[in-house]
């Protein structure tokens, strides 16, 4: 009987724990500045609040280097209806000491059909067009439907994206993780992100 109600509260907590670790992930990626935040505080800052969570960012499920930065969370439960399987993933991309990209991606589901992610950069690359023909800049904020099955609704930022748009695309729904039944929708992953209308620009495949 004991057994029995221990792994119950495996199954039922084990979800929770991995939600609670994503978040700490989360908060390391809204607290990182693009262009910003030196590759020095961030490293800082990923031992200081990663260590005590089972996430080491040099070791474990990390691939540390010079220019790049790995980490991942996954809720492998995964019992229909009850916690979904599901992964959060973040990376930050490093240039001459500097974050110049990050980016957060989750997918739920046990086919990932619920899945998107959220990158800021420098500057978002004008999307491919024909040779020899000028195109306008793409606009600071982009976010809408890719579909394809492991990127679904995606958000893609620059620096000269207000702050007001920023905040919005980094509030990441992780109960997504851990709700009965899974979400819906992957709308419901960024539910503050404002989808931009149909657009010239496409990001490169």
Known sequence: MSLLLLTAAGVCLGPVYERWRAGQLLTLLQQTKVGVTTEAEFRRAAT??????????VEDEARSSDDGFFQSVSNAIALEKLAPWSMFVAEVAFDKGIVVRKSAS?????????????????????????????????????????YNPW?????????????????????????CMTKFGGCRDARELFPDARITSPRQWKPDK
């Open 48 to 57: 200081k609040q990663l260590r005590f969570i089972g996430l080491n960012p």
């Open 106 to 146: 989750i997918a739920v589901g046990n086919g990932a059909e619920l899945a998107g992610s959220v990158t800021e950069c420098l500057q978002i690359p004008t999307g491919g067009g024909l040779e020899g023909e000028e195109l306008p800049p793409p606009p600071h904020h982009l976010a809408g439907y890719e």
């Open 151 to 175: 990127h679904r609704f995606y958000i893609i930022d620059d620096v000269g994206a207000t702050e007001a748009e920023k905040h919005a695309d980094w509030h990441i729904n992780l109960a």
